[in-house]
Nanobody
Framework: QLQLVESGGGLVQAGGSLRLTCAVSGRPFNRYAMGWFRQAPGNEREFVADINLVGDASNYADSVKGRFTISRDNNKDTLSLQMNNLTSEDTAVYYC??????????????????WGQGTQVVVSS
């Protein structure tokens, strides 16, 4: 059973930064493409970024491109999301997710079979 646990969320002022981490256990981490999604109240879960098995290719939503960076450490079984220049529109619960599809560009939640419990990010303006 693959388990994902996010951490690093919190309250930050607009223009600030946060780093989210997802610890993965239960199965070999390097067999899964990974992604970050977010969901604001009243909205559907939306794609943020994803990364391939070895971490040398990634894909971003237009709304976060140039501000967010996804990365993975296959030695530590962790996925990260560095978020810079945050705005109030980035306020949401952030989820990490794993997919057994060996590609990137997985922008829909349907491609991901395993999810963390989410971590709240609140950006105050």
């Amino acid at each position: 059973q693959l388990q994902l646990v996010e951490s690093g969320g919190g309250l930050v002022q607009a223009g600030g930064s946060l780093r989210l981490t997802c610890a993965v256990s239960g199965r070999p981490f390097n067999r899964y493409a990974m992604g970050w999604f977010r969901q604001a109240p009243g909205n559907e879960r939306e794609f943020v970024a994803d990364i391939n098995l070895v971490g040398d290719a990634s894909n971003y939503a237009d709304s976060v491109k140039g501000r967010f960076t996804i990365s993975r450490d296959n030695n530590k079984d962790t996925l990260s999301l560095q978020m810079n220049n945050l705005t109030s529109e980035d306020t949401a619960v952030y989820y990490c997710a794993a997919s057994n599809l060996q590609s990137i560009g997985l922008t829909s939640p349907i491609y991901f079979g395993w999810w963390g419990q989410g971590t709240q990010v609140v950006v105050s303006s």
